[in-house]
């Protein structure tokens, strides 16, 4: 365990400096890191969908593939897609940002719709259970907020995610410098 520890301790240290260093770029420059984080998810996005587009083309090819021509079809449509998909991400990162900020502006309210939904049968096992229903409507005001202003809600998301970073990579920091101790006080035993 102690050994296990020491060499966790470099983990702990990096990963909270590069939580902190992403949590002050989102709050100071969360346009940038908008365009950035979009940039990279269409490219992983994109990768994955030729992967399996490529996966499914050469599993097409095997005679005993069920479907083989439906298959051949889908995969080349995935292929096609992933390189579309880097070519818009390359040329028009915008578009891509705007999909993501409507895809979770959709998912929270669907989200929020659901939670109050569920929170029904949650009072029956509950009384007086308001808190699930509260958060359902937080989720879908959250969600129509972001919907009234796309930009200011992808600046508003980034902005969440550079405070939730900047604690995450604090707490990371703070068991380090814990680790580091622990570890210094049984190099000295």
Do not use: C
């Not at 702990?12 to 890191?33: D, N």
Request: no cysteine.
């Amino acid at each position: 365990m102690e050994q296990s520890l020491h060499k966790s301790e470099r983990y702990y240290l990096f990963t909270g400096i590069f939580f902190i260093f992403f949590g002050l770029a989102a709050l100071f420059a969360p346009g940038m890191t908008a365009i950035s984080l979009t940039v990279i998810a269409g490219y992983i996005f994109a990768f994955f969908t030729v992967a399996g587009g490529t996966v499914g083309l050469l599993s097409s090819i095997d005679p005993d593939t069920h479907n083989r021509v439906l298959k051949f079809v889908f995969s080349l449509l995935n292929i096609v897609a992933g390189f579309i998909i880097i070519f818009v991400t390359i040329m028009r990162p915008d578009i891509i940002a705007t999909f993501i900020v409507y895809f979770i502006a959709f998912w929270a309210i669907f989200i929020g719709i659901l939670e109050i939904t569920a929170s029904f049968e949650l009072r029956k096992l509950i009384k007086n259970e308001w808190l699930h229903i509260i958060n359902g409507f937080f989720s879908i005001i959250f969600g129509l907020l972001i919907l009234v202003d796309a930009f200011a809600g992808a600046i508003a998301l980034i902005i969440l995610l550079g405070v939730f970073a900047l604690i995450y990579g604090g707490i990371y920091l703070s068991l380090f410098f814990k680790i580091k101790k622990l570890n210094n006080i049984h190099e000295q035993n």
